[in-house]
């Protein structure tokens, strides 16, 4: 299977990962994450972006791991306010 058939199976999971990774984000700016940390992660997610052709398999997981890193963040910022 060459990358662009394996792109196409792996769209539906690409899609659930950038969604995951989008509500973190969202998340991450209600709680007031830094914005110079949110704009390293929005920098990195729209190159990942334009990987998810070349190496879905990759993208996939990275989105799942910037979302579970902006949850910490989120959670850490939570803890800050108390």
Not at 12 to 19: E, K, N, S, V
Not at 20 to 38: C, F, N, P
Not at 47 to 58: G, L, V
Request: aromatic content about 6%; proline content about 2%.
């Amino acid at each position: 299977m060459n990358g662009l058939d394996l792109a196409r199976c792996m769209r539906p999971q690409i899609l659930d990962a950038d969604r995951e990774l989008r509500d973190a984000y969202d998340d991450a700016v209600r709680v007031g994450v830094e914005r110079h940390v949110l704009i390293a992660y929005q920098r990195q997610w729209s190159t990942m972006r334009h990987r998810a052709i070349s190496d879905p398999r990759s993208v996939a997981a990275d989105f799942r791991q910037m979302a579970d890193e902006l949850n910490a963040l989120k959670a850490d910022r939570r803890e800050d306010d108390f």
